[in-house]
């Protein structure tokens, strides 16, 4: 199994031995690097202290960096370090008091406070000018489309009609990521190739909340969705206006129909709850009847996955059962879990996931797959069971002697 690697010149680039030459530039390159964008207290270390141990960056690709400042002589590097050397910082200055901050994010306590960048994103920039120049504008939703590339003309389709306002990513479970830069949106995309990993795997790994949180709603996507009738900006209105924390487009008829609450209507923008079959649903506010939507194509707002993504577990890849339990993550869940119907999507349900499965004893291998999606759901649900009635024996609450899902 391939390593998951952005697709950036990091991706081709081989671990060297550098000389100890190399090693002090790179270093003071990165000191320097640090002290012109910070402009002023970063404790330049790393510039006066020569001995270095040979470690200091331990995570730095060498190669990558010899490649990024490959432009740049040497000379170029000696003369800026000299111009800073006879700075002092403020942390000189103060060389015997200690920082040492508890609110800080956990580990990072040695930090003063305002260098501290606890957050990040995916906007994607250049290597000149200034900084807070680089963007031009700063997209508030993010979509992420779980992908291999025989599905390419449908998420093509769906790409055209999101606005500037949108980041695009793309998860590759077949590993043809470079094959889609025949589409021009391609190239502003961000890409993740890991093979034959499912849509939550992705999620759990390159959406953390932190990396994610400039952005008000996140999609995550199948790639078998027909967006005919889906306006993007216009579903971000409904979804604000009804205060739709977790949401789905409704599925219109044509579409592989699983729950009756996704399926569209056509006399409502959004509905929260539905009549299931007779003696589905316990509770009328319970899922499947309300406080529910399916994993296909759900959108969270920035909120509802900072909670969502905690609760997606890494073993359990294919998301079996979250759907129930997503309710968790929002209150009141039957207020605040819809569906889209004025804005809907086919689902055209592409077999894609069974055929990544393993022949096996004889079992053709969508088998192996549906078997572990449903040992999954089984798995999920006994966890969070026990989870919670861990929490509440710990916090002394008395339990109904039965506890029905
Ligand atoms: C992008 O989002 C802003 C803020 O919601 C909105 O005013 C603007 O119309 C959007 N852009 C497009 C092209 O819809
Ligand atoms: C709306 O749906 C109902 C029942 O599903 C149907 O009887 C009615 O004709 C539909 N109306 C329109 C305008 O499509
Ligand atoms: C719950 O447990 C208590 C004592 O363990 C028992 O008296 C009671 O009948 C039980 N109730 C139900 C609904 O099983």
Known sequence: M????????????????????????????????????????FPVISLTKVNLPSNVFPSI????????????????????????????SISDKFSNTKIWVPTNPRGAERLPPGIIVAESDMYTRRKWGLPGEDLLIKPRY?????????????IDAAVKKLTENFTVMLFHYDGRASEWDEFEWSKRAIHVSARKQTKWWYAKRFLHPGIVAP????????????????????YIKLV?????????????????????????RNDTEVHKDTQERPGWCTDPLLPPCAAFVEIMAPVFSRNAWRCVWHMIQNDLVHGWGLDFALRKCVEPAHDKIGVVDSQCIVHQTVPSLGNQGQAENGRAPWEGVRERCRNEWNMFRDRLDMA???????MGINLPNSTAH
Do not use: C
Request: no cysteine; hydrophobic share 35%; proline share 3%.
């Open 142 to 154: 993010l979509i992420t489309f779980t992908v291999g590339y025989d599905q390419k003309n449908n």
């Open 240 to 264: 604000k206006k009804h205060g739709l924390d977790i949401s789905q487009p409704a599925l219109s008829p044509e579409s592989g129909m699983t729950w009756e609450m996704t399926r569209r």
């Open 61 to 88: 690709d060498l190669t990558y960096i010899e490649e990024k400042y490959s432009g740049l002589s040497t000379q170029a590097l000696l003369n800026v370090w000299s111009s800073l050397r006879g700075w002092k």
């Open 2 to 41: 391939g390593t998951p690697v952005r697709r950036s010149a990091i991706s081709n680039s081989k671990i060297r031995r550098a000389n100890e030459t190399m090693r002090l530039i790179i270093t003071t390159s990165v000191g320097i690097m640090f002290g012109f964008y910070m402009g002023t207290s």
């Open 388 to 394: 919670e009635k861990a929490y509440f024996v710990a």
């Open 215 to 234: 952005y008000d709603y996140i999609f995550i996507w199948d790639e078998d969705l027909g967006v005919e009738n889906f306006d993007p900006e216009e």
